[in-house]
């Protein structure tokens, strides 16, 4: 299967932890990568490798992997963090690549 | 810092071919992959295809026999042509680059992107 699997929406009261996980079979070979879009924005990454932070990206961010499931985990969740969050990888071939469809973000 | 600046145009007509570039400032063009990413209105990421500094390609299937993605080395710039193009195509264009690791554990990841063309199809 070359499809990442993500729900679709999640929220999260201010301050809480909140998880957000990717399904797929290509996760067993690569790790995800995690991309944060608000709306009228290009989209960001935050999380690469197997728990990795491009500079600027707040330690709140985290990722972990498990199997044919990545999560990524914001730790303390700010109103600025409301947006949608895509996860991607390359497919189990290494010549496709696959993003989810992505989970909205509501911080309450 | 590295820097993608897009351009093309935004206004087709159906059956029209779209033609997009992306221009890398202030790094290096080889050791990575060259993306092209589309977002519908209203929906979510979908991948194009991606080329690296020698021209090998790797494509979305479902785009494959429209899409033709090049490279020019000399001035660090790597171009989109989508052909005969309809209103599904309507979408903000996005040129990326990509990071591969092909050593287990394998690494992907898409570290800088340009901010977007819109491409609008209409009669």
């Known amino acids: 299967s070359s499809e990442l699997t993500q729900d679709p929406a999640v929220s999260v009261a201010l301050g809480q932890t909140v998880r957000i996980t990717c399904q797929g079979d290509?996760?067993?070979?690569?790790?995800a990568s995690w991309y944060q879009q608000k709306p009228g924005q290009a989209p960001v990454l935050v999380i690469y490798?197997?728990?990795n932070r491009p500079s600027g990206i707040p330690d709140r961010f985290s990722g972990s992997s498990s199997g044919n499931t990545a999560s990524l985990t914001i730790t303390g969740a700010q109103a600025e963090d409301e947006a949608d969050y895509y996860c991607?990888?390359?497919?189990?071939?290494?010549?496709?690549?696959?993003f989810g469809g992505g989970t909205k973000l509501t911080v309450l | 810092q590295v820097q993608l600046q897009q351009w093309g145009a935004g206004l087709l007509k159906p059956s029209e071919t779209l033609s997009l570039t992306c221009a890398v400032y202030?790094?290096?063009?080889?050791?990575?992959?060259w993306s092209w990413i589309r977002q519908p209105p209203g929906k979510g990421l979908e991948w194009i295809g991606e080329?690296?500094?020698?021209?090998?390609?790797n494509y979305n299937p479902s785009l494959k026999s429209r899409v033709t993605i090049s490279v020019d080395t000399s001035k660090n710039q790597f171009s989109l042509k989508l052909s005969s193009v309809t209103a599904a195509d309507t979408a903000v264009y996005y040129c990326?680059?990509?990071?591969?690791?092909?050593?287990?554990?394998?690494?992907?990841?898409?570290?800088?992107w340009g901010k977007g063309t819109t491409v609008t199809v209409s009669s």
């Open positions: 991607n990888s390359r497919d189990s071939s290494g010549y496709q690549v696959v």
């Open positions: 202030g790094g290096s063009f080889s050791g990575y992959y």
């Open positions: 490798g197997k728990n």
């Open positions: 990326a680059r990509v990071v591969v690791v092909v050593a287990a554990p394998y690494y992907y990841y898409m570290d800088v």
């Open positions: 290509s996760l067993r070979s690569y790790y």
């Open positions: 080329i690296n500094h020698s021209g090998s390609t």
